[in-house]
């Protein structure tokens, strides 16, 4: 090692130590995203610092480690990599120079080299860059990524080192914090506009059975039926919140389990044949044993049929059929072509009228208010479904026509690779 190297080498150890401790600080504190910000300018400062009059590195040497990035020792490259949050540090010609691990999960792969502009399409971050390029001034600003699922950053830009200059580009996560804001928003507005009706029932109720119909006992039972009815549908209600609020907080959390969508949609099907049986409705089921597995969580799934099965009875024809079915088929074409599980839920009942059909999962979105609170719905039924699909990165899709009955179709990957059991 030469004089020259082991001083780079010091160098850098001090600056990841830096920032490390920072990261660790800042973990603890209010603001982690300064604090990482701080880590990272005091490191790319002692870049140039340590680069300036240094001789490049040798070739041999960068051929020995394909994934070198010129300037950037191993060390920091190895702390940026480790950074839980997505960065990128941009040469003087906007062109990136590294981005790291987070960064490729909102960029993309194969990140290096190209052009900022190429990557982040979003006026306002490349105008923070360009500014901070231009002047030097440190800038923050937040903004969305609508795809795949909808996420908020911050972007934290800084310039560090003399000519050429570095920017850095941080970025931290606000998805959950916004999420939260706006459950807190909807609960308040539409929660408290849906437990007051049958609050207001109860109350009702209670100060006539205090008041006239107090020796009345045909008057008392009737009512008390009807109090019960009214208490219950708050209860639905608050377990539908309580469900929607602890999906949507896990909604950009990819699912990990593996579920038989054959056996979860039998065990759905038996769950609501009495109800079907009230209304003296057929409900079928023809779903093939063998096939591959869903990739997803038990619990929800069957949320997620449960609501569908249980609207297809409540929506559905009296004396009328409910069709459940289970196929295999493939999304996209080629060496991308990936394998879905496709669970239908068919009704021959009163069908949707189109201009609604966008609307249904909207939470507390109905086609006919009375007749869903006749039938104890709570409007979020399908909202719940949606979300809890889109976690599960598959697709809800909805065909109706009015007066002939509807199809709710419920797309999801198949585990790949997964022993398959031939069908004669
Ligand atoms: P709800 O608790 O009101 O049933 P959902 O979110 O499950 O709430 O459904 C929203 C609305 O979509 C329902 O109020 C109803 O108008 C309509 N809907 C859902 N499923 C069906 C169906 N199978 N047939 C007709 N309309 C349906």
Partial sequence: MTGLTSIRS????????????????????????????????????????????????????????????????PMARDV?????????????????????????????????????????????????????????????????????????????????????????????????????????????ANASHELRTPLAALSGFIDTLRGHARD??????????????????????????????????????????????????REAVAALAPLAAADDITLEISAPKGLPPAVGERDELIQVFQNLIHNAIKYGRQGGHVWVSLELGAAGTGRGAEQMLIAGVRDDGEGIPQAAVPRL????????????????????GLAIVKHIVNRHQGRLLIESRPGEGSTFRVFLPAVRDAAVTEMS
């Fill in 80 to 188: 940026f990599e480790r950074l839980p949050d997505p960065l990128m540090l941009i040469d003087a010609t906007g062109r990136v120079m590294f981005a790291n691990r987070a960064m490729h999960g909102v960029i993309g792969i194969d990140a290096e080299r190209k052009h900022v502009s190429a990557l982040l399409r979003t006026p306002s971050v490349l105008e923070a860059v360009r500014r901070t390029m231009a002047t030097g001034e440190t800038t923050s600003v937040e903004f969305t990524l609508p795809v795949p699922v909808q996420r908020n950053y911050q972007a934290h830009v800084a310039r560090a080192g003399r000519e050429p200059a570095l920017t850095i580009l941080l970025l931290h996560d606000l998805t959950a914090m916004k999420r939260a804001e706006q459950m807190r928003a909807d609960f308040v």
């Fill in 10 to 73: 010091i160098a850098w150890s001090l600056a990841a130590g830096m920032l490390a401790a920072l990261l660790l600080m800042g973990a603890l504190g209010a603001d982690r995203t300064w604090w990482a910000l701080a880590g990272v300018a005091a490191l790319a400062v002692v870049v140039s610092i340590a680069s300036l009059g240094m001789r490049p590195a040798r070739s041999a040497d960068r051929a020995a480690d394909s994934s070198a990035v010129p300037g950037l020792p």
């Fill in 216 to 265: 009345d006992m045909a008057a008392r039972e009737q009512f008390l039926g009807i109090m019960t009815v009214e208490a219950e549908r708050m209860r639905r209600l608050i377990d539908d919140l309580l469900s929607l609020t602890r999906i949507e907080q896990n909604e950009h959390v990819p699912p990990s389990g593996e579920t038989s969508l054959e056996a979860l949609l």
């Fill in 361 to 380: 999962t909207e939470r507390f979105y109905r086609v006919d208010v009375k007749r869903s609170r006749e039938k104890g719905g709570t409007g979020l």
